[in-house]
Structure formats: structure tokens, C-alpha cells
Nanobody, 121 residues
Framework: QVQLVESGGGLVQPGGSLRLSCAAS????????MGWYRQAPGKQRELVAT???????NYADSVKGRFTISRDNAKNAVYLQMNSLKPEDTAVYYC???????????????WGQGTQVTVSS
């Protein structure tokens, strides 16, 4: 079994910063892309940022220049540094990992349980 455990959410004032962390554990053979998605109340889940195993990153236009995604392949971990936070960044943030749990298996999506980020004064 594979688990993704997130941490780092919370309440922050507009303009503030937060850093989200996510680590994958369990039966893991290899990890492809990792990323962060978010879902605000009444809205669909949307991509925030992704990073490939060789470090190529992709961001939603709404977070470019403010958020930075990084990963530690040795720890099967992904991080999201969020700066200059805005009220519209308020959402539940979900970690995603596309990984292979054994040598002969396929690549599947795994999700964390989500962590709440609230930006409010």
C-alpha cells in the first residue's frame, strides 16, 4: 500500500507565506510526477503545480511567481512554498503522486488526504 501524508496548512494573513510538505511511503518502486492540486468550496479541483522526476515544473497561471514547487527524490517528498498569499488561494490542498508500486505494475495516481489553507485577515 502507498500513503501520501501532507502537512503545513493553516491560517495566514494576506501577503503571508506557508510551506506545504508531502511524503509518499509504502510499497514504492518508482515515482514519476508529483504535484499539488487544490479545491475551494463550490469549485472543482484544479492543478496548482507539478514537478517531474528530473525537476521540470509546471504552474497554474494564478500562482506563477508566488509559489515554488520542489521535490526530494530520496525521500519521495514534494514541497510547495507559497508566498504572497491571497484570499483566493484559500482551499484544501491535495498532494498527488504518479508512481509505480512494483517493477511490473503500471503507473497510478495516488492522493493525500488534503490540508486546509486559509488566507484571511
Amino acid at each position: 500500500q502507498v500513503q501520501l501524508v501532507e502537512s503545513g496548512g493553516g491560517l495566514v494573513q494576506p501577503g503571508g507565506s506557508l510551506r506545504l510538505s508531502c511524503a509518499a511511503s509504502g510499497s514504492i518502486f518508482s515515482v514519476n510526477a508529483m504535484g499539488w492540486y487544490r479545491q475551494a468550496p463550490g469549485k472543482q479541483r484544479e492543478l496548482v503545480a507539478t514537478v517531474t522526476s528530473d525537476g521540470r515544473s509546471n504552474y497554474a497561471d494564478s500562482v506563477k511567481g508566488r509559489f515554488t514547487i520542489s521535490r526530494d527524490n530520496a525521500k519521495n517528498a514534494v514541497y510547495l512554498q507559497m508566498n504572497s498569499l491571497k484570499p483566493e488561494d484559500t482551499a484544501v490542498y491535495y498532494c498527488n503522486s504518479q508512481l509505480r508500486s512494483n517493477r511490473f505494475g503500471g503507473v497510478y495516481d495516488y492522493w493525500g488526504q488534503g490540508t486546509q489553507v486559509t488566507v484571511s485577515s
